[in-house]
Structure formats: C-alpha cells, structure tokens
C-alpha cells in the first residue's frame, strides 16, 4: 500500500511537472479591444490552460495543460490570424 | 440644450435606428477584420445615418460582411448588401499598428417608398495607432442607382488620457470629421469619447451642429 501511494505520488508529481509556461513576444499588439482575438483563439486549443496578454510588456504568455505542449508554428499561426508579428518564444 | 435634444431625437427616431438599436448587443467604430474565427458587430449612430455591419473574419487578410446603411440628412434610403473586408496591408510595429483595408460591396438601395435600385460601393480605410494616439482616414464611394452617387470621407485623430493594460477600462477622446457633399450639412465635426472593456467598445460623442452619435462594437 505504501509503495502504491509513493508511486502515485510520484507520477501525480511528474505529470504536474510537465506543464509548461510559454512567453511570447509580440509586435503590433497595441489596441487591448483587437488582442482579444488572441485570448480567444488560444482558449480554443485544447493543450492550453490559461492565457495572460500584457500590453505593456508586449507578451502573451500561455500555461498549458499537464502533459501538454504547442508547437512554435501553432503560436504563430494563431497570433497571425489574429494580426500580429511574433517576435520570440520562450519555454519555462 | 433644445437644439441638442431636437437634433438627437433626429438621429434616434425612425424604425431603422430602433433596429439598430434592438440588435444590440449583437451590434463600425473598429477594424473591418478582427481574428480568423471571430464575428463583430458594429453599430453606428450619426449624422450621416445610421449603419449596422456584421463582420465575419475568415483569413487573417479578408471578412465577410453585411452592410446596411440608412442614408439621412440628404437622400433619404437605405443600403443593404454583402459586403467584402480586405486587409490590404498591415504594419506590425514594437509600439504601433498600421493597417489598409478596403471594403466593397453591392446590394440593393431602397427609397422610403419602398423603391428598390441596384447599388454599390467601395471604401479604403488607413489607421495608425500607439497606445497613445490614433488616427485613420477613410475614403467611400457610394453608387444607388437613380438616388445619388457621392464620395465622402472621415478623418479621425484621439488620444488615450492614460495607458490601459489589457484588463483595464481603456479610455480615449477622439475628434471625427466627416466630409459628404451630397448631405444638408457637407462638413460634420464630431468629438467623441471612446470606451472599451475586453469585447465591447462604445462611443458616444456630440457633432458642432448637436447631433449625438452613438456607436458600438461587439466582438464574439
């Protein structure tokens, strides 16, 4: 019983572990009312949890699910479809 | 005050400004394109008229839309037709926005008689914007067969008072002239405030004549 608790403890802690923040530098985005195109079209992927714009830092940073990642392209594509330039990605 | 009162009840009056009105909050202050996905609807209440635009974003170049346009001050009708949205160019700047659109359209021009002509028109709009300040000039050319055929124009110039983040109320004083020479009045200056909380922008502003103007966007 012990060695089941410890083991579940283990990949409870593993997989809280493997949620990644996302921090994505981007040009253009000065007009809160237009970047919200950017909150909503990220809340529609299924990999993230929750999305942060910050006007004065120009950073859209992203929390994704446990066990969950967003591939660079798929960042790009959905802050150009909602009319701006990404500058950087960074992963913590 | 009376002159304000009579004037507004000018531009609110009529069965086209209660439907307006009535589609709210489903209700063109902002951008022809939002977000590839994303629908707007924008209200505008004027001395020009009353128009109603419901945008749908389908590239992040080109929206679908319908225009309807109640013309007044002037010939009095109303334009309605599909319209298409296109995001001609755009500059993405550290600390700034510029954009391109045009926007084109054909449909139907109907007289208060109830009269149908055909009609079509065709606009480019160029913004810039910071935080800070804001500009844009747009140019249309309106044809309703047998009714009228004119080019107007507007020129927008605001301010934000203070640097809104994306959570906050975000504020702005703005000043909009209107130039449409086949109207009563050819020239309409028009201070505006501008409002704007996450999906909903309002506008509500008072020309030099006394007409209220009153716009919103709503953006799902």
């Known amino acids: ?31 809160a ?23 004065d830092k120009k950073l859209v940073t992203l929390n994704t699910k446990p066990d969950k990642t967003l591939d660079d392209a798929v960042i790009k594509k959905v ?13 913590k | 005050m009376t002159t304000l009162h009579l004037r507004a009840n000018r531009v609110w009056a009529g069965p086209w400004t209660c439907l307006l009105l009535c589609a709210l909050p489903f209700s063109a202050a902002a951008k022809p394109i939002s977000y590839v996905g994303g629908t707007m609807v924008m209200v505008e209440n004027d001395e020009t008229g ?14 679908a839309a319908l225009y309807v346009k109640h013309e007044i ?21 550290p600390d700034g926005q510029g954009n391109v659109f045009t926007m084109s359209g054909a449909g139907t021009a109907i007289e208060n008689s109830g009269k149908s002509h055909f009609a ?40 934000a008072p203070y640097l809104a983040n994306y959570e906050d ?19 309409t200056v028009t201070p505006l405030v501008r409002l704007f909380y996450k999906t909903l922008l309002v506008e509500g502003g008072v020309s030099t004549r006394g007409t209220a103007m009153i716009n919103l966007v709503k953006q799902f």
Not at chain 2, 175 to 184: A, G, L, M, R
């Open chain 2, 169 to 187: 109320l975000n504020t702005w004083f703005m000043v909009q002239v209107d130039h449409h020479p086949d109207k009563t009045h050819a020239t």
């Open chain 1, 1 to 31: 019983m012990r060695k089941l608790i410890i083991l579940v403890s283990a990949l409870t802690i593993s997989s809280g572990a493997s949620a990644e923040t996302i921090l994505t530098s981007v040009n253009g985005m000065v007009c």
């Open chain 2, 50 to 63: 009353n128009t109603l635009n419901i945008d749908y974003t389908f590239s992040p170049r080109a929206a």
């Open chain 1, 33 to 55: 009312f237009c970047a919200t195109g950017i909150e909503k079209s990220f809340k529609k992927q299924a990999a993230v949890d929750t999305v942060t714009v910050d006007l």
């Open chain 2, 120 to 159: 079509a028109w065709t606009g480019v709009l160029a913004d810039y914007e910071t935080r800070r300040i804001f500009t844009s000039y747009e140019l249309r050319l309106m044809y309703a067969q047998n009714i009228e055929t004119s080019v107007w124009q507007r020129a927008r110039v605001g301010f």
């Open chain 1, 79 to 91: 802050i150009g479809d909602a009319g701006y330039a990404v500058v950087s990605i960074e992963r």
């Open chain 2, 73 to 93: 001050q002037g010939n009095v009708f109303t334009a309605v037709g599909p319209q298409i949205n296109y995001l001609v160019k755009r500059w993405n700047m």
